[in-house]
C-alpha cells in the first residue's frame, strides 16, 4: 500500500509523473472515504433512518474503493509514461502511431475516474438531505472533491485529445462532452452549502 509521505515527496520532485491525473484518483479516494464516512455515521444513528438505504448501497458499493484509488494513480503513472516514452523515440518511424496509442491510454484513464466520480456522486445524491447532519461538513467536503476529481479528470482527458487519430479524438470528444453534462448536473444535486 501507498506511503503517504512517499507519495507526496514523488508528487512534489519535478517529474512527469505521478501528476495530475494521479492525483485526481487520490482526490476521489478520499472523497469516497468521506462519504463512506458519513454513511457509517447515518447508519449509526435512528434519527437518520430515511437515510440507511442510500448509505448502506453506498457503503456495498465502493466496498474496493481504496484498491480502485492506488490503481487508478498507478494506471494514470503508467499511461502518461508511455506518451513520454513515445516522443522519446529516436526516429519518426513508427513514432506518430505510437504516440496516438500512448495518448489514447492516456486520455483513457482520466475518462474512467470521470465515470468513477459520477458513480460515488449519483449514490451521494440520494442520500444528501437524509444524512446525519452532524457530519455535513463531511459530505459536503466529499461533493467538493468528487468535483475537484472530474475537473482533474475532465482536463487530463482535454490535454491528450489533439494527440489521437481522428476517429479516437472524435469518440473521446463526445464521451468527454457527456460526461462533463452527467457530472456537471448531479453536481447540483449535492452542491448545497458548498460556499466560504
Not at 61 to 71: G, I, K, L, R, Y
Not at 111 to 130: A, C, F, I, P, Y
Not at 149 to 170: R, T
Request: hydrophobic share 40%.
Amino acid at each position: 500500500m501507498m506511503n503517504l509521505l512517499d507519495v507526496l515527496e514523488d508528487i512534489s520532485e519535478g517529474t512527469p509523473t505521478p501528476g495530475g491525473g494521479a492525483v485526481g484518483w487520490l482526490v476521489w479516494g478520499q472523497a469516497t472515504a468521506l462519504l463512506r464516512m458519513v454513511s457509517n455515521l447515518t447508519l449509526k444513528s435512528k434519527k437518520w433512518v430515511d437515510g440507511h438505504p442510500a448509505s448502506s448501497k453506498i457503503i456495498s458499493s465502493t466496498h474496493d474503493f481504496q484498491e480502485e484509488a492506488v490503481q487508478g494513480f498507478s494506471l494514470d503513472c503508467k499511461a502518461y509514461d508511455e506518451v513520454v516514452a513515445a516522443y522519446a523515440r529516436s526516429t519518426d518511424d513508427g513514432k506518430s502511431n505510437a504516440v496516438e496509442k500512448a495518448s489514447l491510454w492516456a486520455a483513457e484513464v482520466p475518462l474512467e475516474l470521470m465515470n468513477r466520480t459520477k458513480d460515488v456522486l449519483l449514490l451521494m445524491s440520494n442520500l444528501h438531505g437524509n444524512h446525519n447532519r452532524n457530519a455535513h461538513s463531511d459530505m459536503i467536503s466529499a461533493a467538493m472533491l468528487l468535483k475537484s476529481s472530474a475537473v482533474i479528470a475532465s482536463k487530463n482527458v482535454e490535454a491528450n485529445i489533439p494527440y489521437l487519430a481522428k476517429s479516437d479524438a472524435e469518440r473521446v470528444s463526445n464521451t468527454l462532452g457527456k460526461l462533463r453534462g452527467e457530472l456537471s448536473d448531479l453536481m447540483e444535486l449535492v452542491n448545497e452549502g458548498a460556499v466560504l
